[in-house]
């Protein structure tokens, strides 16, 4: 039974896509599957993946790609549904996936944030409280009537992070998104996020910057194939994954301002 210190709890996940498998174009092909489907193939993303986010921790997770790290957040999230088992989360979820995810590109800077924070439940006049928060995270004022189309990748992460924050989710879903940013932003959003956790909030962060990962993660979980290869401290399931990938493969980041 939860007795408060989780914010995520995750049993037995399992997640199911089903695939489409097609060869090139022919036209008896194309008469063939107007009266007979195309086959399909079974791609379990997650298997009987189980795993708790107490309250005041940034949890990593890492993996190659293809490993499951993004599908588990957007079940978590509440995206993707489960094909199998149970994730339960108390809490508010705020989240940062891709930079364009959830951006009306023909809008303003500031029409997505009265958008985004509609969709995630809020009324005007909470987003209007919200506002010198965002405005003060994003530091992008004279770009906030600006059209989204317009923004580099770095001012699409300062604005996702800016909304993502602003109404103070307890739960923080970053998913490889920080590397989008410069140097100074990326510190002060590390920096946000340890105040985040501190504040007994959780995070669960995907990154391939192994550095920025054992700065900034209290814990790490190490996804392969679906499943949890290891769990444990930051540095022992780091050294463990380095070793097989190759160091070479976590040297991407040099942000490394203490976790």
């Given amino acids: 039974m939860n007795d408060g210190q989780y914010l995520v709890e995750v049993s037995n996940l399992r997640k199911r896509f089903n695939v489409r498998r097609e060869q090139a174009a022919t036209l008896k092909r194309v008469v063939t599957r107007l009266f007979r489907p195309y086959p399909h193939e079974a791609l ?30 957007r079940v978590i999230a509440g ?27 023909e809008l303003s800077g500031m029409d997505n ?5 509609s969709l995630m439940g809020y009324s005007r006049t909470q987003i209007t409280e919200a506002l010198p928060r965002v405005a003060e995270m994003v530091e992008l004022e004279e770009f906030l009537q600006v059209p989204v ?46 105040e985040f956790r501190d504040s007994g909030s959780g995070v669960m962060l995907v990154s391939h910057e192994m550095d920025a990962v054992r700065s900034h993660c209290d814990r790490v979980i190490w996804l ?15 050294d463990a994954y380095l070793s097989e990938i190759g160091p070479e493969a976590g040297n991407n980041s040099n942000i490394n301002s203490g976790r």
């Fill in 224 to 238: 392969a194939d679906g499943k949890i290869r290891a769990e444990g401290s930051t540095d022992e399931v780091l």
């Fill in 113 to 117: 944030i009265f958008l985004s924070g």
């Fill in 79 to 105: 995206i993707y549904v489960p094909t199998e088992g149970d994730v339960v989360v108390n809490g508010q979820v705020g989240a940062l996936f891709e930079l364009e995810t959830g951006f009306s590109l």
């Fill in 44 to 73: 379990w993303a997650l298997e009987g993946v189980s795993l708790s986010v107490k309250r005041g921790e940034i949890v990593g997770l890492i993996g190659v790609n293809g490993s499951g790290k993004s599908t588990l957040l």
């Fill in 149 to 194: 189309k317009a923004y580099s990748s770095g001012m699409k992460f300062r604005l996702g992070f800016g909304i993502a924050m602003a109404f103070d989710p307890e739960v923080l879903l970053v998913d490889e998104v920080m590397a989008a940013a410069d140097e100074a932003f990326q510190r002060k959003a590390y920096r946000r996020l340890r």
